[in-house]
């Protein structure tokens, strides 16, 4: 029974219904609390720091007119389709299973194919061009490994409907304003630029005109990064042995071949000016490889106009991710600052969007062409970025805790509690008969700005105590100058019940101190 | 190769891959371009509506002391467990597929669950109580119907580790302060409470002890709202055949058994106070019924104390979903409103929020008892609610266009468009070239407020002309009073270059008129 496929019509339906009847199965042995490996719980310094990225860059996408859409997260898998975005490894997989009409449905693994099932499925009601923004999780059924999850945050924009190029140098200056308005300046980030039709132009009049062989290509020059060019000339030519002896076929092109390719790959450098010099020179007559020169050339016009300089926005024949599955001009937005890992190696931040053109989006369900072009944000990548740049969040200071010294009073303490949030100040009642020193504990591991108290003596003189746990913690780590505890600034003190939340108020408003050493 | 299950280590994987080599099967005939069944697209004006209530609701959980906490959608299934909130309808399934490590994972069908796995993996390493809020998607692989999603929002909070009746009264407490922020007042919500116990006691007494039984007592009085007291009655005896001729096998109670259970579920009505007494009554000296009727009566104390009367918080034994379930007290939540249907039928919206205690969350796991309550508000029910009640939100306004009239000018246009987003006015250049009419009918479809034209002349002249689109569809609609067109506020007006954000602020600053009949 157990390896009855789930939707498989004449399996018995119960061996997944985690319903009553399927308790029997499970109640005989306890299961493990964990989770699927390359998923992971954010805690709420997380959830909330991405909460406040996700606004800042949702706030940029909005003023640069793009408007809400929300797709589910299960579309049919034909619908999802070919849009993965790297070709070059066929086993990255999709979460799908077939639904109850014997369909396969899948987990989208981007926000891309969604949008190119609304386009087409909207028809002529959509108002064209369409720019829209997408923020929400993808799958990807991919081996996790550290730092590498299945499940993570994409934020999208895209212009559906324009073939214009304003529309790619926008995306240069969307990606630019969000990651500035995120506090990351000129200097610290670079959005990179390439072309398709450019390499295909270089690899035409090279005489590589073969679709296989160009992808082969851009597979080797892919790894430049990583190996260097001499590696990749050997790739690109008769193959290469690497020091562990292991053997990779080369892509057979003959040494004039690879000196164009590499040609190209070293065009880079300086001024998009220059670049664009160098390529012109690179494509020669060749149509294709022109037309992709003169967008380049149109779009540095706009971006200067833009005020979007070198410092911001570079061509760099080198981006080659994704170069199959674009159509035009492709984007990535890399954060140059270098980092030191777990290890102490100097490393690159790397990249932290990406898009580009892709004239085929409605295509394949219509047969409509229909030209569009947007990038895409990594949300947790930019955020462990910030993270590592940055360093850890603080944690959050958690609510005023009004502590419970006599249960028949709980009225009492609930009516001091609703006093403070009617102040809009997060406060809760400690809810159950612990000693003072246990709900004291409580409130400091919940990081709470403030605690109440109040016994009967309180109460008999109609006031409260006052305790200011960040000033608390301070004096106790000898940050704060004790002298302040003799001078009108105690940790704790009395005041007139009446005067309950502007005492809190006074220290809830005091800025709170950075993470703790415990 | 089709059938191949999903995730079967022996199937091959590029069946289901999306990637390049799955294409060969799909290009042959086009993939149509629509959605599974039970899930839906939201359009800007939904996405916002949502967002907007979920930060309100979200506000209210953070005041009253609540964190956020982040679990990923997919968690073995084992995990997710018994938490299946309707355990009468056994075929209520989960999305679940087999990991690559050949277990079942599945799409969480709700947030308690994943609660649940969370505390136990964290163990003693969390602050107890634990309360926490959770917003996000749930997924339930049942039969879709009108107004019946299979991908829902729940936004939920939950206090883990604390069994005091300040807890219990909190959840009230919690549920009035969301409705009431959401714009929801004082009798047009109401939030009813039972308890597992009351009913267990009455039960009792009248000597129905069997499990098995009470449940069938619960199906019976679940359908009271539906059929009757009359029909539930033959559903609690001898059984019931219905007007089609239908016949459902009855429970098999002795008339004074019948008339017990009846007598629990009449006993509603009147203030908390009224309840309360009846409730002592029926379940005279049992020990688990009056431990239920106990808990209701310090609930009522604190309530009071916090000013929570009977018209927002009513001791209700008709509800009973849930009642299985739950281990102490349940909630719902509940709009008062009758609006009528498609059809003009008087309806009531019915329940947007329901919990109550349950005590077994972490015990599954760990065999430790933890005791824990909490209660979930259903977003997308709200907001359908609220549609209802208020009729159509208002489709959002667009972004200012600036239009182009002169391609070799992009580089001016483009220094507006900077100009207004830099002022914080959301702000597009049209990409295309197409005529001016063109562009005004997609400045009026995307509901722009206001157009910015310029032109040779203009640019001679250092002006722009600046189109008030809003106050044009009012004139054209006879809305707006010719006269002022006469009166420095005409729909369309020069003005200086340098005036320009100026005058499209002017502009935008005024109120939105309601959505246009066109």
């Known amino acids: 029974m157990g390896s009855t496929p789930i939707g498989s019509t004449d399996g018995p339906r119960d061996t997944y219904v985690a319903g009553r009847r399927s308790l029997a199965h499970v109640s005989t042995d306890r299961p493990s609390a964990r989770l699927p490996s390359?998923?992971?719980?954010?805690?709420?310094?997380?959830?909330?720091?991405?909460?406040?990225?996700?606004?800042?860059?949702?706030?940029?996408?909005?003023?640069?007119?793009?408007?809400?859409?929300?797709?589910?997260?299960?579309?049919?898998?034909?619908?999802?389709?070919?849009?993965?975005?790297?070709?070059?490894?066929?086993d990255e997989g999709v979460f799908a299973l077939r639904d109850d009409d014997d369909q396969w449905i899948a987990l989208r693994?981007?926000?891309?194919?969604?949008?190119?099932?609304?386009?087409?499925?909207?028809?002529?009601?959509?108002?064209?061009?369409?720019?829209?923004?997408?923020?929400?999780?993808?799958?990807?059924?991919?081996?996790?490994?550290?730092?590498?999850?299945?499940q993570f945050t994409q934020c999208d924009f895209d212009t559906v409907g324009?073939?214009?190029?304003?529309?790619?140098?926008?995306?240069?200056?969307?990606?630019?304003?969000?990651?500035?308005?995120?506090?990351?300046?000129?200097g610290e980030y670079v959005v990179r630029v390439n072309d398709r039709r450019v390499l295909t132009g270089v690899l035409h009049r090279a005489g590589i005109a073969d679709a296989r062989a160009q992808l082969t290509v851009l597979r080797a020059v892919d790894k430049l990064d990583r190996l260097g060019p001499d590696a990749v000339a050997e790739l690109l030519g008769e193959g290469r042995t690497d020091a562990s002896g292991d053997r990779t076929p080369g892509a057979g092109l003959a040494p004039a071949q690879v000196d164009a390719v590499l040609g190209f790959v070293r065009s880079g450098?300086?001024?998009?000016?220059?670049?664009?010099?160098?390529?012109?020179?690179?494509v020669g007559d060749d149509d294709v490889g022109r037309s992709g020169v003169d967008e380049l050339a149109r779009m540095a016009e706009l971006l200067d106009a833009s005020g979007l300089g070198d410092d911001r926005v570079v061509f760099d024949?080198?981006?080659?991710?994704?170069?199959?599955?674009?159509?035009?001009?492709?984007?990535?937005?890399?954060?140059?600052?270098e980092i030191r890992d777990e290890k102490g190696r100097v490393r690159a931040i790397g990249s932290v969007a990406g898009g580009g053109r892709y004239d085929d989006l409605v295509e394949r369900f219509t047969g409509e062409k229909v030209p569009a072009c947007g990038a895409s944000i990594g949300v947790d990548r930019l955020l462990a970025a910030q993270r590592l740049l940055a360093g850890e969040a603080a944690v959050p200071r958690g609510p005023v805790v009004v502590t419970v010294m006599d249960r028949d009073r709980l009225g009492d303490y609930q009516a001091m509690v609703a006093e403070l949030r009617a102040a809009g100040i997060a406060a809760e009642l400690y809810p159950d008969e612990r000693s003072f020193k246990a709900q004291m504990k409580y409130a400091d591991r919940r990081r709470s700005p403030a605690a109440v108290i109040a016994g009967s003596q309180e109460f008999e003189a109609g006031e409260v105590q006052v305790k200011d746990l960040a000033l608390g913690e301070?004096?106790?780590?000898?940050?704060?100058?004790?002298?302040?505890?003799?001078?009108?600034?105690?940790?704790?003190?009395?005041?007139?019940?009446?005067?309950l939340v502007e005492a809190v108020a006074a220290i809830v408003g005091r800025p709170a101190p950075g993470r703790g050493g415990g």
């Open 38 to 90: 390359g998923f992971a719980d954010a805690r709420a310094e997380d959830v909330l720091a991405r909460q406040a990225l996700v606004d800042t860059v949702v706030g940029v996408y909005r003023l640069h007119g793009f408007e809400a859409l929300e797709t589910p997260a299960l579309e049919y898998l034909d619908a999802l389709g070919k849009h993965l975005p790297d070709e070059d490894a066929p």
């Open 474 to 499: 301070e004096l106790a780590k000898g940050i704060a100058d004790r002298d302040e505890w003799r001078t009108g600034q105690p940790a704790q003190r009395s005041v007139p019940r009446s005067g």
């Open 269 to 282: 450098g300086g001024s998009r000016a220059d670049v664009i010099g160098r390529l012109d020179a690179l």
């Open 317 to 337: 024949p080198t981006v080659v991710r994704g170069l199959a599955y674009y159509t035009g001009p492709v984007f990535e937005a890399e954060l140059t600052a």
């Open 162 to 186: 324009s073939a214009s190029v304003g529309v790619d140098a926008e995306v240069c200056a969307v990606l630019s304003a969000a990651l500035e308005a995120l506090g990351i300046g000129p």
């Open 109 to 150: 693994y981007d926000l891309t194919a969604p949008l190119a099932r609304f386009v087409a499925q909207a028809g002529q009601h959509l108002v064209r061009p369409f720019r829209r923004y997408q923020v929400g999780p993808v799958w990807r059924r991919e081996k996790p490994g550290p730092g590498r999850f299945r």
